[in-house]
C-alpha cells in the first residue's frame, strides 16, 4: 500500500472556522426553499473544547459538531447516528431525502448540480478505479471488508478538500453534493 501511516491521525482542518451564513441562516448554511442546508460538506470537532477530529477515522464516543468551511477535508468513517448527534451538536439537522435532492438538484431539478448534461471532472465524481482496489492493488473480494481503512481516503487526487471543484455548485451555492463522499439524510436506511 501507498504511504500513508494508517496509525497517524492528521488533523488537516485545524483552525478552520465556518464563513458567516447566507439569507439569514447561521454560519457555514445557505438557504434552499425554507430551511438552510451546508454549504460545504461537513467536518468536526470535540463539542466539549472545539479540538479537531481527524476526517479520517470513527469519531467513535467523543462527543463532536459539525462545522462547515471552505477548504475543509470532510468527515469521513462515519455513521448516520453519529453524523445526526454532530449536525444536533450543532444546532443544525441532517436533510430529509426530498430536502437534499432539492437542494442539490436546484428549483429546476436538473440531473446534476450544475445542469442535466454529465461532465466528468466538474465534481470530484470519477477516478480509473475504486480508491479501495488503488490502495491495496488489488480486485480480490477482501479489500471490499477495507473500506473503513484510514488511508483510502487519503489517497492522492482522492478526496478533495470541500469547495475545492469550484464548478461543482449547486443553484443556491451548496458545493460537493455529488461526488467526494455520499451524504447521510434523516431516512435511517441510507
Request: glycine share 12%; with cysteine; proline share 10%.
Amino acid at each position: 500500500p501507498g504511504e500513508c501511516d494508517p496509525e497517524a491521525t492528521p488533523l488537516p482542518n485545524a483552525g478552520l472556522t465556518e464563513p458567516p451564513g447566507l439569507g439569514g441562516c447561521p454560519d457555514g448554511m445557505a438557504p434552499v426553499e425554507d430551511y438552510c442546508v451546508d454549504r460545504f460538506e461537513a467536518f468536526l470537532v470535540e463539542l466539549i473544547d472545539d479540538a479537531p477530529v481527524s476526517p479520517y477515522f470513527n469519531p467513535g464516543d467523543t462527543a463532536v459538531r459539525a462545522l462547515s468551511a471552505p477548504g475543509a477535508i470532510p468527515q469521513g468513517y462515519i455513521t448516520g447516528v453519529q453524523a445526526a448527534d454532530a449536525c444536533e451538536n450543532a444546532g443544525k439537522r441532517l436533510c430529509s431525502d426530498a430536502e437534499w435532492l432539492r437542494a442539490c438538484q436546484g428549483p429546476a431539478s436538473d440531473t446534476y448540480p450544475y445542469g442535466d448534461t454529465l461532465m466528468l471532472g466538474t465534481c470530484n465524481d470519477h477516478r480509473d478505479q475504486h480508491p479501495v482496489v488503488e490502495y491495496f492493488m488489488s480486485t480480490e473480494d477482501w479489500i471490499w471488508s477495507e473500506l473503513g481503512h484510514p488511508c483510502i481516503n487519503q489517497l492522492p487526487n482522492g478526496l478533495a478538500s470541500s469547495g475545492d471543484y469550484a464548478g461543482c455548485e449547486s443553484f443556491e451555492g451548496l458545493f460537493d453534493m455529488m461526488g467526494n463522499l455520499h451524504e447521510w439524510t434523516s431516512n435511517p436506511a441510507g
